[in-house]
Structure formats: C-alpha cells, structure tokens
C-alpha cells in the first residue's frame, strides 16, 4: 500500500540531523514536527518569528498566539524565541537553516519546484517559499504522487509557476523516495507493497537507473 499522509511525514523525519536547524512548509510538512527521533536535537524555524517549536497541541494545551506561518496552532519548547518576521527571513536568506521540508503541487525532473498557486485560483500568495529554495542549504519536497485525477506531479516540466528553479534535491511522495540527479529522478526507496512499475506508470518525469 503506498504510504499515508502520517508515514510521508515520518520517512521525512529521516532527513533530519542532529543539531539541524529546519523550516517546514504548510500541509504534509507540518507532520514532520511529529516524528523527530528520540534523542535527536532539532530546533524548527518559523517565517513569521518563531525559533524552537514543538509538536502539536494536545486540545487541553492549544494557545491561540502560538501559531506557525500556516496559523496552525503548534507548542513552545523551553530554548524557543521569538522575533521580527524580518530577522526570521535574514535566517534564511543567510544560510542559516540547513533543511526545508516543502509542499508541492509540481516538481520538475531537474528539480524546478511550482508550490504556490494555480492560474485564475485565489491563493494566500508566496510566503515565505522563494527565499527558503533559494537561502536553505538542501530542500526536500513531501507530496502525493498525483493528483486528484491520477496525474503526475513529478514532471518532466513544470506547468505553474515556479518558485525557484534546480532547487529541490529530494522528493518524497506516497509511493516512494527519489533523488534528483543527472537526466531525471532516481528511485531511492519504494513505499511497501508499491512496485516498480507502478511508479513509472504514474511518473511522467524521466526516471534514470
């Protein structure tokens, strides 16, 4: 069966490193707070000001002025600080943030990334995405593997617009891993019970050995 929304999350957590500073994006990424390893030190990085976030809240410990840059409620953690969202940027822009673990509506086979909006539909804007694929030292995208009409969303070319351009190293979708590499994608890992040829079946980008 290919992986759910909470196993995305918990394969991603396997990006993480001891000591990592890290931004998650909104949607599956935000998961990824969930699954750190036990023993392991991450400190989770915020747009909107926020340095040090926990998990999420249990009901009886939702503070509604803690929130991330998806407004979703999230917990504080002893070490966490707060600022401008203009310092928080200056982290990213900086180099500062080791990993970004984003959303996608589509990836290119070289690793262009459109994750912001769709032509004639009304969407919040930009955020804080084009500075994290251009100032964050790796970026790995977390998605379902089509869309809703069983299209694929790992292309040989982006059709929306795009956030940046050759910036995702990694992709992990509900069907498997891949590795952005010379001529396309490299299957890193399958999800259990999903073959090999389902995968190309629903890959329209150039799959590589």
């Known amino acids: 069966m290919p992986w759910t929304r909470d196993q995305i999350a918990q394969r991603a957590a396997q990006e993480l490193r001891d000591g990592f500073y890290v931004n998650l994006g909104i949607g599956i990424p935000t998961l990824v707070a969930n699954y750190i390893p036990d023993g392991m030190t991450v400190t989770l990085q915020s747009e909107n000001g926020m340095l040090g976030m926990g998990p999420f809240p249990t009901p009886d410990k939702i503070d509604p002025d803690l929130i991330n840059a998806g407004k979703q409620t999230i917990t504080a953690l002893p070490k966490t600080s707060y600022f401008s969202s203009s310092d928080s940027f200056g982290m990213i822009r900086g180099g500062h943030i080791n990993l970004s673990i984003l959303g996608a509506m589509e ?60 910036c995702v190293q990694r992709i992990i979708t509900n069907l498997g891993v891949f590795d952005v590499v010379k001529g396309g994608l490299k299957i890193a890992e399958i999800a259990p019970g999903v073959t090999a040829g389902e995968i190309k079946s629903k890959t329209e980008a150039t799959l590589v050995s």
């Open 107 to 166: 990836v290119s086979e070289n690793g262009d990334l459109a994750n912001w909006m769709v032509p004639g539909k009304l969407v919040k804007g930009m955020g804080g995405a084009m500075d994290l694929v251009a100032g964050v030292k790796r970026c790995v995208v977390i998605m379902d593997h089509t869309d809703k009409a069983g299209k694929s969303k790992l292309l040989k070319k982006c059709t929306l617009p795009l956030t940046g351009v050759h």
